[in-house]
């Protein structure tokens, strides 16, 4: 029953930003870690930007580290994934996804849930 569902998806221009919104139900959020993939055309899913459960601590794929920031709003159980200076590059569907933490974890449950996706398109 927890379920996390992307949007903000669309087309932008090189040099542009967008926003991604993943809202995440059905559990206590603070109790996950999240995360952001992404795929392209014809490329294996990669890791994209990480933030710790209490948002504390944040990681970056070296590909967008400086252009991307992911944050948490804990009043509204949504992650948030900034983008600024795309390149075509980043085009792809974006993916949210969160991992319980292990103190957390119930047992014969899922510990893991992935949204549908988000598409994103770069192009002049």
């Known amino acids: 029953q927890v379920q996390v569902v992307e949007s903000g998806g669309g087309l932008v221009q090189p040099g542009g930003s967008l926003r991604l919104s993943c809202a995440h139900s059905g559990d206590v959020f603070a109790n996950y870690a999240m995360n952001w993939y992404r795929q392209a055309p014809g490329k294996e899913r990669e890791f994209v930007a990480y933030i710790s459960s209490n948002g504390g601590s944040t990681k970056y794929a070296d590909s967008v580290k400086g252009r991307f920031t992911i944050s948490r709003d804990f009043s509204r159980n949504t992650v948030h994934l900034q983008m600024n200076s795309l390149t075509p590059e980043a085009t792809a569907v974006y993916y949210c996804?969160?991992?319980?933490?292990?103190?957390?974890?119930?047992?014969?449950?899922?510990?893991?849930?992935w949204g549908q996706g988000t598409l994103v398109t770069v192009s002049s």
């Open positions: 996804n969160g991992k319980v933490v292990p103190n957390f974890a119930r047992p014969g449950y899922r510990d893991e849930v």
